[in-house]
Nanobody, 129 residues
């Protein structure tokens, strides 16, 4: 059974930083498009960032996190990271990583739609003083 596992969430003060990790037990992540999503209470799940396996391995970010969040990966550890800096209370949410194997999907225009084959269980990020 495919498992994506997120970790690294927690409580942080505004302006602080966290680094989330996403790893997989049965997927080799470098062969998948990997995205981070978040969902706050009462809100829809929204795309945060994406490593596209197509599109020339482009990286995409939501406007709300550009300049503050950075995706990176360590293929040897089969792990994708989301470095979150200058955190704001509105970043509070459950953060999910998702993986998709499609090589025909146009991720440049669809990466933020939460239609992915594999999902993690989520990790809570709370930004509060």
């Amino acid at each position: 059974q495919v498992q994506l596992v997120e970790s690294g969430g927690g409580l942080v003060q505004p302006g602080g930083s966290l680094r989330l990790s996403c790893t997989a037990s049965t997927l080799t992540l470098k062969y998948y498009t990997i995205s981070w999503f978040r969902q706050a209470p009462g809100k829809e799940r929204e795309g945060v960032s994406c490593f596209s396996h197509t599109d020339g391995s482009a990286t995409y970010y939501a406007d709300s996190v550009k300049g503050r969040f950075t995706m990176s990966r360590d293929n040897e550890k089969n792990t994708v990271y989301l470095q979150m800096n200058s955190l704001k209370p509105e970043d509070t949410a459950v953060y999910y990583c998702a993986a998709d194997p499609s090589v025909t999907r146009d991720y440049s225009s669809t990466w933020s739609r939460p239609v992915y084959d594999y999902w993690g269980q989520g990790t809570q990020v709370t930004v509060s003083s």
